[in-house]
T-cell receptor, first 112, second 116 residues
């Protein structure tokens, strides 16, 4: 069964550093998403991406965040200057026509 | 705007007992509803989804959920709990947006414990 692949599975970074979280969506999917889950809290929508542009973003997705699909296969989330409160599990998801997300297994980001 | 309320952050059942995890939603337009399961240190796995077809939806691992519009509920049930069902369960709602499902709004989750 096709999978959404996220790398790395765990990343530790120092406060103020830039991080890039990578995702390889399912190849024929058209819609791409990032969600995050702070430890012990609910999963929150960050951003959706379609046709090479952001289609929707939440209040969390401020100027520190950006997304890119640089080469037609990868889908990346960049956090420009990480803060302690950015520590969370970040999930990538993709979806084709119709209904049904496929989530990746997540990247646990720890900011120290 | 849509929202989801999961009643009970922690539910404990005995092995073989009925599992009932409660979810109520709020949506101004017909919603799509989902249940996801998350095992420790893993991602989100879709259990089942309601997308305006049959109101009783059967999912994986013996779970099912019934969409009740009058009660704005989408409770998850399983007749007989198994130890392997211990996990966190998330209810989510979305509204169709163009050709896509729209982004998901999650509830806070219910952690299910299964006692031997």
């Amino acid at each position: 069964e096709p999978e959404v692949t996220q790398t790395p599975s765990h990343q530790v970074t120092q406060m103020g550093q830039e991080v890039i979280l990578r995702c390889v969506p399912i190849s024929n999917h058209l819609y791409f998403y990032w969600y995050r889950q702070i430890l012990g809290q609910k999963v929150e929508f960050l951003v959706s991406f379609y046709n090479n542009e952001i289609s929707e973003k939440s209040e969390i997705f401020d100027d520190q965040f950006s997304v890119e699909r640089p080469d037609g296969s990868n889908f990346t989330l960049k956090i420009r200057s990480t803060k302690l409160e950015d520590s969370a599990m970040y999930f990538c998801a993709s979806m084709g026509w119709g209904y049904g997300y496929t989530f990746g297994s997540g990247t646990r980001l720890t900011v120290v | 705007a849509q929202s989801v309320t999961q009643l009970g952050s922690h539910v404990s059942v005995s092995e073989g007992a009925l599992v009932l995890l409660r979810c109520n939603y709020s949506s101004s337009v017909p919603p799509y509803l989902f249940w996801y399961v998350q095992y420790p240190n893993q991602g989100l796995q879709l259990l089942l989804k309601y997308t305006s077809a049959a109101t009783l939806v059967k999912g994986i691992n013996g779970f099912e959920a019934e969409f009740k519009k009058s009660e704005t509920s989408f409770h998850l049930t399983k007749p007989s709990a198994h130890m392997s069902d211990a996990a966190e369960y998330f209810c989510a709602v979305s509204v169709a947006h163009g050709g896509s499902q729209g982004n998901l709004i999650f509830g806070k989750g219910t952690k299910l414990s299964v006692k031997p």
